[in-house]
């Protein structure tokens, strides 16, 4: 049976309705690649190691990915070859990309010079990002990936978004290791057709332009929603080939918080601000009067975390304090839902 994925696009200048709270991070990220095999020996040894140390030390400013290119490796991603064959050209395991640049096989030198190019983009303001959250409803194995791209500056070109999915860790053999070796971040699959996505934007775009996008795809029965990372990245294409833009990627999957957002009530639903240190103000607008009102926080696998309020509310304005210290909430993403009645509504909040 062939998996469909269907994508939904909105475009506008200053933001759209239902991507309002999904952050778009002003950052620049980076993309490193190992092409490796599991029949590669020498991918086992130095370059082993070295793909370790990267994956640890660039893990907040750039995706560290395993790319299996070759059909007779054990873990052989047809996305993983396509995207190589886009970046410069090597025809030897392995070889470590930067962005698209073919960057050397191992060696403490080629990891100085990964490391220095990834800090030095970090530090510059980035041309477009993306946000992304990703829900799957457990009983259809539907992934929901919901994005909202935002382009910082204005562009001339043609552009892509493409999304993918890895492993985090995948247990296989490793030629020069063992039979029982972890593979880290995996490159798997492209939740498109096309490898490097859906067409963003062709020609003028403008500063601020905003592209909202739903995207969603069944997820094979193989696949632990735990153990996967969702990526989305920026493509600028030149000629046959796609420049590296940037990336952003969420090990965070919801499982739970699923239901019909009521449009009417997300408008009057807002929190500020939604990144959060130690606490945000809660403002509800209600349309109507409800004996069935609550106000729940949940973490991004569903569980519920705090109670803001639950009980009987009138038509109008209300304001509710949500105090960090009251549950002592880690660093991370969560989701503040309110439920009116049989509506609801959810925002995206951010606790650093």
């Given at each position: 049976?062939?998996?469909?994925?269907?994508?939904?696009?909105?475009?506008?200048?200053?933001?759209?309705l239902?991507s309002?709270?999904?952050l778009?991070?002003?950052?620049?990220?980076?993309?490193?690649?190992?092409?490796?095999?599991?029949?590669?020996?020498?991918?086992?040894?130095?370059?082993?190691?070295?793909?370790?140390?990267?994956?640890?030390s660039?893990?907040?400013?750039?995706?560290?990915?395993?790319?299996?290119?070759?059909?007779?490796s054990?873990?052989y991603?047809?996305?993983?070859?396509?995207?190589?064959?886009?970046?410069?050209q090597?025809l030897?395991?392995?070889?470590?990309?930067?962005?698209?640049?073919?960057?050397g096989s191992?060696?403490?030198?080629?990891?100085?010079?990964?490391?220095?190019?990834?800090?030095?983009?970090?530090?510059?303001?980035?041309?477009?990002?993306?946000?992304?959250i990703?829900r799957?409803?457990?009983?259809?194995?539907?992934?929901?990936?919901?994005?909202?791209v935002?382009?910082?500056?204005?562009?001339q070109?043609?552009?892509?978004?493409?999304?993918?999915?890895?492993e985090?860790?995948?247990?296989?053999?490793?030629?020069?290791?063992?039979?029982?070796?972890?593979?880290?971040?995996?490159?798997?699959?492209?939740?498109?057709?096309?490898?490097?996505?859906e067409?963003?934007?062709?020609g003028?775009?403008?500063?601020?332009?905003?592209?909202?996008?739903?995207?969603?795809?069944?997820?094979?029965?193989?696949?632990n929603?735990?153990?996967l990372?969702?990526?989305?990245?920026?493509?600028?294409k030149?000629?046959?080939?796609?420049?590296?833009?940037?990336?952003?990627?969420?090990?965070?999957?919801?499982?739970?918080?699923?239901?019909?957002?009521?449009?009417?009530l997300?408008?009057?639903?807002?929190?500020?601000?939604?990144?959060?240190?130690?606490?945000?103000?809660?403002?509800?607008?209600?349309?109507?009067?409800?004996?069935?009102?609550?106000?729940?926080?949940?973490?991004?696998f569903?569980?519920?975390?705090?109670?803001?309020?639950?009980?009987?509310?009138?038509?109008?304005?209300?304001?509710?304090?949500?105090?960090?210290?009251?549950?002592?909430?880690?660093?991370?993403?969560?989701?503040?839902?309110?439920?009116?009645?049989?509506?609801?509504?959810?925002?995206?909040?951010?606790?650093?």
């Amino acid at each position: 049976m062939k998996n469909w994925t269907f994508t939904l696009f909105f475009t506008c200048l200053s933001g759209i309705l239902w991507s309002q709270d999904i952050l778009v991070p002003r950052v620049q990220n980076s993309l490193v690649t190992k092409m490796t095999a599991t029949w590669c020996s020498i991918c086992g040894s130095t370059a082993w190691d070295n793909y370790k140390s990267l994956a640890g030390s660039l893990n907040t400013k750039a995706l560290v990915m395993a790319g299996h290119s070759s059909t007779s490796s054990s873990l052989y991603s047809p996305t993983a070859e396509k995207l190589i064959q886009n970046f410069e050209q090597s025809l030897s395991h392995p070889t470590f990309f930067y962005n698209t640049s073919r960057m050397g096989s191992s060696g403490t030198t080629m990891v100085n010079n990964i490391t220095t190019n990834v800090n030095n983009a970090n530090k510059n303001a980035p041309q477009a990002q993306a946000g992304l959250i990703a829900r799957l409803d457990p009983g259809t194995r539907e992934l929901a990936v919901q994005s909202r791209v935002e382009f910082f500056q204005p562009q001339q070109g043609e552009y892509y978004y493409g999304l993918y999915l890895l492993e985090k860790s995948v247990t296989a053999s490793q030629a020069a290791r063992s039979s029982n070796e972890t593979h880290q971040n995996v490159m798997r699959i492209a939740l498109h057709s096309n490898t490097f996505g859906e067409l963003l934007a062709n020609g003028n775009v403008a500063e601020g332009t905003i592209k909202g996008m739903i995207t969603t795809f069944p997820l094979p029965a193989n696949f632990n929603p735990a153990n996967l990372i969702v990526a989305g990245i920026i493509w600028k294409k030149n000629g046959t080939k796609f420049d590296f833009v940037n990336l952003n990627y969420t090990s965070q999957i919801s499982t739970s918080v699923t239901g019909t957002m009521d449009v009417a009530l997300l408008q009057g639903f807002n929190v500020l601000p939604n990144i959060i240190s130690d606490g945000a103000l809660v403002t509800l607008d209600l349309p109507a009067y409800s004996g069935n009102t609550a106000l729940e926080l949940f973490d991004v696998f569903g569980r519920k975390v705090h109670t803001v309020f639950q009980g009987r509310l009138q038509e109008g304005e209300h304001q509710f304090r949500l105090d960090r210290s009251a549950f002592q909430a880690p660093p991370g993403y969560y989701l503040l839902r309110l439920r009116h009645g049989a509506a609801q509504a959810t925002r995206q909040l951010l606790f650093h």
